[in-house]
Every structure is written in structure tokens, then in C-alpha cells.
């Protein structure tokens, strides 16, 4: 099954609950919401109140895609506020502090996700494919809507999904930036079964024939 998961970055922040209505309603399975602090990424977006408020306004599971530092200090409120899936990066704290990161989120009744930027290598990741629901590759480096797909990552989702299947394991592998109607074929080829898509869906006029276009694309 492939999911397709709207990432809010690129819909109208003023407007969040009927941008997420329309792409319900247009046959979105997740919507995805990308959470930047200033510090991990040279960007800043929302936190957890608006993750509270999404979650009453949608039926959408919410995919919660953090780009802090430190995130175990708030992933437990993330899974609180309603977050289907919390994902943490790798590069964002040290090993010890991914362990509890990654502990807290399920403890707190969310599935687990563990993110990698476009320069650190799958094999690091693959210490924690038995912890995590979902592996994220960054397909663009984080921060910003409406970048080119870098090819090279694919590789690495290609590499995570080997592995996953040679130990048998049961994992969502989700890529994100860049993923258009052009793009989405090679992703899911390569392994990739949840696609993100911002610029691709939001910047569209109609979000019903964007994520229709990306679903003829796989
Ligand atoms: C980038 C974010 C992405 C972003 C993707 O740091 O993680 O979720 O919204 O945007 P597009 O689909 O426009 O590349
Ligand atoms: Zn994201």
C-alpha cells in the first residue's frame, strides 16, 4: 500500500483546517507536519498547540516529522497532542537520547519514526530498524518547500528496504522533498511505500488532481 501524506509546510497557515479537509477529501491517507526550530534546520514552523488543534480539526493520522534538537525533551508532548507518528532525526542528538527518544514516543502510544539528511549513509540507520515503525529519508536537505529530489538518496532507500527485508522486518519507508508526479515512480520503485508531497499538492490549484496525478505516477 502506498500512503500519500500532504506536507502542511506549503498549504495557507492561516487556513490549516480546511487546507486539510480538502486534501482528506481529496484522498490523502496522512498529513504530514514538519516541525523546525531554528536550530537543527535554518527554518522555524509549529510545535505542539498546533499539532493539538490539527487533530481536532482532521481525521487524518498526523505524521509529525521533528527538525529540532533534542527532541526527546518534547517528543512525549507530540504523541500527546495527537500525533500518529512522531519521527526524530538521527543527527539531532546523540545515541543515548535517540534510544529515549524513540522509547518515549511508543510509551506514549505513537508509532516511531527515525529520519536521515541527504549526507548521512543508510548503514546508519540500520542499528535502529528493529526500534522504529518508519525510516524517513530526506530527498532534499530539510528546511525549506519546493526543492529538486536528489537523486542519490534514492540509493539509500533502496539500501534501507534491502535490509529491512533481509531481517524480515516489517518497516514503512517514507521519502520526503521533492516528490511530485514526475518523481513519485522512481521513489516507490526503489522501496519507498510513504510519499510526502508539498509544494506538489499545496502549491496546486486543485489538490484533488495533484494527489490523483501522484497516485497514476507510482
Ligand atoms: C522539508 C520538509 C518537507 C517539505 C517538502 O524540510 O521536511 O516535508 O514540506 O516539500 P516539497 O514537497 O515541496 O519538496
Ligand atoms: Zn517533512
Redesign the pocket.
Known amino acids: 500500500m502506498i500512503r500519500i501524506a500532504p506536507?502542511i509546510?506549503?498549504a495557507d497557515f492561516a487556513d490549516l483546517g480546511r487546507e486539510l479537509a480538502a486534501v482528506s477529501a481529496a484522498g490523502a491517507d496522512w498529513a504530514?507536519v514538519?516541525v523546525m526550530d531554528g536550530v537543527f534546520?535554518p527554518n522555524i514552523t509549529v510545535g505542539i498547540p498546533v499539532v493539538k488543534s490539527l487533530r481536532k480539526a482532521t481525521e487524518l493520522p498526523l505524521d509529525v516529522?521533528l527538525?529540532i534538537t533534542n527532541p526527546h525533551r518534547y517528543v512525549g508532548q507530540f504523541a500527546d497532542a495527537g500525533a500518529h507518528m512522531v519521527t526524530v532525526h538521527l543527527e539531532s542528538e546523540t545515541a543515548a537520547d535517540i534510544s529515549r527518544s524513540l522509547d518515549t514516543i511508543r510509551s506514549h502510544g505513537a508509532l516511531a519514526g527515525i529520519s536521515i539528511k541527504p549526507d548521512t549513509r543508510a548503514e546508519a540507520v540500520f542499528p535502529w530498524l528493529d526500534r522504529v515503525d518508519m525510516v524517513l529519508i530526506?530527498t532534499?536537505e530539510?528546511?525549506?518547500?519546493?526543492?529538486s529530489l536528489i537523486p542519490h538518496t534514492l540509493d539509500k532507500v533502496k539500501a534501507v528496504r534491502a535490509e529491512a527485508e533481509r531481517r524480515g522486518l516489517e518497516l514503512m519507508v517514507e521519502v520526503?522533498?521533492?516528490?511530485n508526479a514526475r518523481t513519485a515512480r522512481a521513489c516507490t520503485e526503489a522501496g519507498a511505500d510513504v510519499l510526502?508531497?508539498?509544494?506538489?499538492v499545496f502549491g496546486a490549484e486543485n489538490r484533488a488532481a495533484a494527489i490523483a496525478a501522484l497516485r497514476a505516477g507510482v
Open positions: 506536507s509546510l506549503s504530514h514538519d534546520v516529522h527538525m530526506m532534499v530539510p528546511g525549506f518547500g519546493g526543492q520526503d522533498g521533492g516528490v510526502v508531497a508539498g509544494s506538489a
